[in-house]
């Protein structure tokens, strides 16, 4: 099969399109890993009970997105703050592998909960399927654009938030050197609110993008776990700009080499990507060197 | 330093002894008492729409033949896991009945994917594996024949889907397989028979499970211009690839298999998108004395009409041939003299028998049976496969309506 101009624009607007999705994850995890330190195992499960949030919210009988929408970025800051005071609080100063390890048992414990309540079948949003623009053979899916848009202004924010607020200031400063902030009266239990909260939202995101585009399940956060962490390494480990470079990298390099490797084989080339930027750059495209202590 | 052999000690050591005097025969009454049966059916994961149905099928069975007084001598005892309808976790799970459990039998496996990965331990414990798996692998790789599939194998799917793909005037088919050894099965085999019909596959792809979107895979396929695409799929990535075609706007007729193509697809994607779309499933043997038991069974059971779940079908004639074949070898058999006796109590060649209580009696006048099915017919051939017969559905208005029955 002969590839055209036409097709790689395709295959690189689908790239741009998962890698925003994974950027949202990938966003809310390392901005843990950035200030609380440790990798957050429930991060995907976040998602998946966020998106049913937003089904719960349409099963009430609305057909309105953007209901759903609020529903799921409340219960996802719920969530991650009910479990930051039960769990991840009684934690901090501890080593990250106890963090990491609670984060693993949250990550269970919530979707067992949830599997316990609503069962094991798939659910969709109710939205109207409309046609993709045709833009002689470049398609253009409406929802998908929405989808990119929702991703982009979130990201927006949160990068607003991080570089225009005292809350982000005292957050990149607690991220920068936990201690020094400390000393400079930057209370980090204020800190750490915001922080879990933020990180609820970016998850009820990404789960309701998830969701509306492919199907409600209650392993597809769990799922997406990896290719999460895969993005957050590949950008640099605590730094946000390198979550969503190396989310859309990963996902357009993934794309790009279907015509030559076979849909079987592109999640594997992401994966070898991941590798050549650690043996070219071990910290990660945008990631500091991280010092042991 | 010597200590004089008290009262107590004497009474203690004598106990000892009096208790463990009586562990071996403890034990050994369990074996002769029980049959253990493990049953490892997908309550969660892909499978989770008929798991539990499956499962509830085999206990409402397993109860009827011990209320019959039980099968050669033995009642039937479960041990019941959940697959996860995920290898690693199946692995484990079989592991845990195999070794804490001491089953004599695995029944239920339903995804290929499990199925293969727990036959290497059933086969080295030397205990009856049953499954509603279709991979055409499972077939060759059961080298000792202690393996029993109750659903068609993926090949004859494929063979199945050939065959209505050539009365339905179709000329450019092209695949979409799910990366695990059904979805390939399907494809493979479909491609196997097209060609062999003399026809060309114009396009084929696999795909990765869990992604959040099929449109790469399907702007491969769809550059062919296929005028049907037949799939080896599952539900949830069946509804991506569906949504996304649709709203790719180019047209196209798909042929599915049924558990992928179900109600449940319908209520995901909507009336419009599937209409017309062709779902094609293992038919149970719907005229039999045995469906009319097992769809009354299953109602009450789980609350549901017998047709809503061909699987838990074919769970309640696993542990009917099982059950049978107990009473043909007789008292005290080996899982081995049982296995034997599975094609004897199940093929042709004998009074044709619909219920345990039936063929225990003719069993007991030393009589011939073959157990006619609620699933098929169930006649095993040397691989330990069935051939049902194929229904093809087609979707109309948001219903699935039967519109042929198709037998390889």
Redo the contacts between chains.
């Keep these: 099969?002969a590839i055209t101009f036409i097709?790689v624009v395709?295959?690189l607007i689908?790239g741009c399109?998962?890698g925003l999705?994974i950027a949202l994850p990938t966003l809310a995890l390392t901005l843990v890993m950035g200030i609380a330190r440790f990798p957050n195992a429930a991060t995907g499960d976040y998602m998946t009970l966020s998106a049913y949030a937003g089904i719960g919210v349409q099963a009430l009988g609305t057909t309105s997105i953007l209901l759903a929408g609020l529903g799921a970025i409340a219960a996802g800051a719920a969530l991650s703050i009910v479990f930051y005071l039960w769990v991840f609080r009684a934690l901090r100063g501890r080593a990250p592998v106890a963090s990491l390890v609670a984060s693993i048992g949250v990550a269970f414990f919530a979707r067992s909960m949830l599997?316990l309540f609503v069962?094991?079948?798939?659910?969709?949003f109710a939205i109207p399927?409309?046609?993709?623009w045709?833009f002689g053979g470049i398609?253009l899916?409406p929802?998908d654009l929405y989808v990119a848009a929702v991703a982009l202004l979130a990201m927006l924010l949160l990068f607003a938030m991080l570089h225009l607020t005292p809350i982000g200031r005292q957050m990149r400063a607690i991220a920068d050197n936990p201690d020094l902030a400390r000393a400079c009266g930057i209370r980090s239990g204020r800190v750490l609110l915001a922080l879990w909260a933020t990180v609820g939202v970016l998850c009820a995101l990404g789960g309701m993008m998830?969701g509306i585009?492919?199907?409600v399940?209650?392993?597809?956060g769990w799922?997406?776990l990896i290719p999460a962490f895969a993005a957050m390494i590949v950008g640099g480990i605590g730094s946000p700009v390198g979550a969503v470079v190396g989310a859309v990298l990963l996902g357009v390099a993934s794309?790009l080499s279907?015509?030559i490797v076979?849909?079987?084989y592109?999640?594997a080339v992401a994966f070898g990507l991941l590798l050549l930027v650690l043996l070219v750059r071990p910290r990660g495209l945008f990631g500091r060197a991280l010092v042991a202590r | 330093m010597s200590s004089p052999i008290t009262r107590r000690d004497v009474l203690l050591a004598g106990a000892g002894l009096a208790a463990a005097s009586t562990l071996p025969r403890v034990a050994f009454a369990q074996d002769a008492g029980t049959f253990r049966i493990g049953t490892l059916c997908p309550?969660?994961?892909a499978g989770?729409?008929f798991g539990s149905g499956m499962q509830k099928s085999i206990e409402a069975i397993v109860a009827e033949v011990n209320a019959a007084g039980g099968a050669g001598g033995r009642k039937l005892e479960l041990f019941n896991e959940d697959s996860q309808t995920k290898p690693d976790a199946a692995v484990l799970a079989a592991k845990k009945l195999i070794e804490v459990n001491k089953v004599q039998a695995i029944l239920g496996t339903w995804s290929s994917g499990v199925t293969l990965a727990v036959m290497p331990l059933t086969e080295a414990a030397g205990i009856i594996e049953m499954n509603c798996s279709g991979a055409p692998s499972i077939s060759t790789l059961d080298t000792k024949d202690l393996v029993w599939r109750f659903q068609a194998t993926n090949d004859r799917f494929g063979q199945a889907f050939a065959v209505i793909a050539e009365k339905r005037g179709y000329k450019r088919p092209a695949t979409m397989a799910f990366?695990n050894a059904s979805g390939i099965g399907n494809a493979e085999g479909f491609k196997k028979a097209w060609e062999k019909k003399g026809g060309k596959v114009v396009a084929g792809?696999?795909?990765?499970p869990?992604?959040?979107?099929y449109?790469?895979?399907l702007?491969?396929v769809l550059?062919?211009k296929p005028d049907v695409i037949v799939t080896g799929s599952y539900?949830?990535d069946s509804?991506?690839i569906l949504?996304?075609w649709?709203?790719?706007?180019q047209p196209t007729q798909w042929i599915m298999p049924g558990w992928a193509a179900n109600p449940?697809l319908v209520k995901?994607?909507?009336n419009?998108?599937v209409e017309g779309l062709i779902s094609v499933d293992s038919v149970s043997n719907e005229n039999a004395q045995s469906y009319k038991a097992y769809g009354a069974a299953y109602q009450k059971a789980a609350g549901k009409e017998g047709s809503t779940n061909v699987y838990a079908a074919m769970t309640w004639d696993m542990v009917m041939c099982l059950a049978l074949a107990m009473e043909a070898a007789g008292r005290g058999a080996t899982v081995a003299q049982i296995n034997a006796k599975i094609r004897d109590v199940a093929n042709p060649e004998g009074t044709k028998v619909y219920t345990f209580a039936e063929g225990k009696k003719l069993l007991g006048e030393k009589k011939k049976i073959n157990y006619e099915g609620a699933s098929s017919r169930l006649d095993f051939d040397q691989y330990g496969d069935v051939t049902p017969d194929f229904g093809m559905f087609v979707i109309e208005k948001g219903v699935l309506v039967r519109r042929d029955v198709i037998s390889i």
Excluded: C, W
Excluded at chain 1, 217 to 220: A, D, L, N, V
Excluded at chain 2, 205 to 208: A, G, I, P, R
């Design positions: 099969m097709d395709n295959l689908n399109i998962e999705l599997t069962g094991h079948d798939q659910h969709t399927l409309v046609r993709a045709n398609r899916l929802t998830f585009k492919a199907v399940s209650p392993e597809f799922e997406l794309e279907v015509p076979g849909p079987s592109k999640i | 309550i969660t994961g989770s729409p990366n792809v696999v795909y990765e869990n992604r959040p979107s449109r790469t895979e702007q491969q550059a062919q539900l949830p509804t991506i949504r996304e649709y709203q790719s706007g449940d995901a994607v909507g419009e998108v």
